[in-house]
């Protein structure tokens, strides 16, 4: 899906797989496929992504290997106690809007408006373009999902509303650069 990439930042895959084996034990495919269609595919996991995250909560304590590995080789995980109060941590605190990794749209937006050569509102416009098929793609997904799914429906209705905010954004940022456009002097305008 085309706008995974702007909001996986959106869930911690970390605490995600904490609450995938917070019913019982799991092996690294398993959570991989249950974590994806929690998420209503919009945040697929490489599978090496998934054992690197195991690895690192096995050696946090978080998580042990659950006995030996069956006849396919599969390692089943389980939940400890310091992963458990880990995941109920997670759940109780709310997420900081300052806490999420940096946005580099607005980065971008910011480079384009003071870097030479540039047009800012056709970084806007490009931006633009691409948010709205992006939104058109998670209404035609949303569609086909059933109300009773309700975790897919929540994470579909969170990158619909973000994109929406995105384009709200792009927006106002056009605006501003159309009233900027406005009120440079003509020395400036002579000079670019």
């Not at 495919?29 to 599978?47: C, D, H, M, R």
């Not at 709310?94 to 056709?122: F, H, N, W, Y």
């Not at 384009?167 to 650069?177: F, G, I, K, M, Y």
Request: net charge negative; proline share 5%; charged share 25%.
């Amino acid at each position: 899906m085309d706008t995974a990439y702007a909001y996986s930042v959106l869930m911690s895959i970390k605490h995600g797989l904490l609450a995938l084996l917070a019913p019982g034990p799991k092996y690294g495919y398993q959570l991989k496929a249950e974590f994806e269609a929690a998420t209503g595919s919009a945040w697929p996991l490489n599978i090496g992504q998934v054992y690197s995250t195991l690895q690192r909560l096995e050696k946090g304590g978080q998580i042990e290997a659950d006995g030996v590995p069956d006849d396919d080789g599969r390692v089943v995980y389980a939940l400890t106690p310091s992963g458990r109060a880990e995941l109920a941590d997670w759940f109780g605190s709310p997420i900081a809007q300052e806490s999420r990794p940096r946005d580099e749209l607005a980065i971008k937006l910011a480079m384009a408006v003071s870097t030479p050569g540039v047009e800012a509102r056709e970084v806007v416009q490009a931006q633009r373009s691409q948010a709205m098929s992006s939104l058109q793609s998670l209404t035609r997904l949303k569609v086909t999902v059933p109300e009773e799914d309700l975790a897919r429906v929540m994470v579909i209705d969170s990158l619909i509303f973000a994109v929406e905010a995105e384009v709200s954004w792009l927006d106002r940022c056009e605006a501003r650069l159309r009233k900027a456009r406005t009120t440079q002097t003509p020395e400036k305008e002579a000079v670019q």
